[in-house]
Nanobody
Framework: QVHLVESGGGLVQAGDFLRLSCAVSGLTSSDYTMAWFRQAPRKEREFVAAIRWTGGGIAYLDSVKGRFTITRDNAKSTVALQMMSLKPEDTAVYYC????????????????WGQGTQVTVSS
């Protein structure tokens, strides 16, 4: 059974830094993609960033490029999202997700999800 557990959310001020982490277990494939999505109140869940475990392909939402960095730790089976220069519009519940094989941007392509962690950025 696949488990994803996020940590690291919180309340910060605009311009601050925050680091989210996701621990994954139970994936049987060695080639999979880990992603971060977010969902703000009254909005649809949206893709934020993803990294493919084998080969390291990476993608970002345009509005977070240059501010967010997704990294992986193979030994610990974790993926992190480092968020700099946070803005109030980054406020959302952030979800970790996983899928076998290649990188995708749509919610429906990911079969495994964490419980989410709240990120609140005050102005």
């Amino acid at each position: 059974q696949v488990h994803l557990v996020e940590s690291g959310g919180g309340l910060v001020q605009a311009g601050d830094f925050l680091r989210l982490s996701c621990a994954v277990s139970g994936l049987t494939s060695s080639d999979y993609t880990m992603a971060w999505f977010r969902q703000a109140p009254r909005k649809e869940r949206e893709f934020v960033a993803a990294i493919r475990w084998t080969g390291g392909g990476i993608a970002y939402l345009d509005s977070v490029k240059g501010r967010f960095t997704i990294t992986r730790d193979n030994a610990k089976s974790t993926v992190a999202l480092q968020m700099m220069s946070l803005k109030p519009e980054d406020t959302a519940v952030y979800y970790c997700a996983a899928r076998p094989l290649g990188l995708r941007y749509d919610v429906n392509s990911y079969a495994y999800w964490g419980q989410g962690t709240q990120v609140t950025v005050s102005s």
